[in-house]
T-cell receptor, first 110, second 117 residues
Framework: QKEVEQNSGPLSVPEGAIASLNCTYS??????FFWYRQYSGKSPELIMS????GDKEDGRFTAQLNKASQYVSLLIRDSQPSDSATYLC??????????FGTGTRLLVSP | GAVVSQHPSWVICKSGTSVKIECRSL??????MFWYRQFPKQSLMLMAT?????????EQGVEKDKFLINHASLTLSTLTVTSAHPEDSSFYIC?????????????FGPGTRLTVT
């Protein structure tokens, strides 16, 4: 079992819809969780971090964390074609380094 | 805030030569920086953790004599690919963690695309 698992996609949604990206992790001691966006040929960009159970909203983005289920998700409301990218889930277990999932490719069609 | 730069953004070198890549945190101090490699259509692979003033910690399977890391200051880490070969051609990305923050966010540089001919 991989430490951080994501569906590779692609996840296709029409413009204006809600995109829901999911991530599960295996290590229960994981403490902090991050979502990065990576456009093709570019480096990852941090879009959300979440540390406690529940929802965290930032603009069109909402991160959801459920530590009991070892599950973290990212919702993108009013999806735009410019949101088309690969979304990487990353988990920190209390040490310096992050463990990344392989990413979910999101396609938002006009 | 939290800007990380890398130089060069791309480099082409001949097989057998060495290439140095710089990673700088521009508006924060970074005791710890990370070096990743990414092959086309693959995920990030952590190569090593760079610690200011001490030796880098390499991930399993990464040759430390081939990928030399120097973290000489709180804002600069360098990765030198020694005796580069075509199979070292990849996208090299650094990230940095803000030393003043208790959080574990990593901020990525724009990456360096290395092509070895």
């Amino acid at each position: 079992q991989k430490e951080v698992e994501q569906n590779s996609g692609p996840l296709s949604v029409p413009e204006g819809a809600i995109a829901s990206l999911n991530c599960t992790y295996s290590d229960r001691v994981s403490q902090s969780f991050f979502w990065y966006r990576q456009y093709s040929g570019k480096s990852p960009e941090l879009i959300m971090s979440i540390y406690s159970n529940g929802d965290k909203e930032d603009g069109r983005f909402t991160a959801q964390l459920n530590k009991a289920s070892q599950y973290v998700s990212l919702l993108i409301r009013d999806s735009q074609p410019s949101d088309s990218a690969t979304y990487l889930c990353a988990v920190n277990r209390g040490f310096q380094k992050l463990v990344f999932g392989t990413g979910t490719r999101l396609l938002v069609s006009p | 805030g939290a800007v990380v730069s890398q130089h060069p953004s791309w480099v082409i070198c001949k097989s057998g030569t060495s290439v140095k890549i710089e990673c700088r945190s521009l508006d924060f101090q970074a005791t710890t920086m990370f070096w990743y490699r990414q092959f086309p259509k693959q995920s990030l692979m952590l190569m090593a953790t760079s610690n200011e003033g001490s030796k880098a910690t390499y991930e399993q399977g990464v040759e430390k004599d081939k990928f030399l890391i120097n973290h000489a200051s709180l804002t600069l880490s360098t990765l030198t690919v020694t005796s580069a070969h075509p199979e070292d051609s990849s996208f090299y990305i650094c990230s940095a963690r803000d030393s003043s923050s208790s959080a574990y966010e990593q901020y990525f540089g724009p990456g360096t695309r290395l092509t070895v001919t």
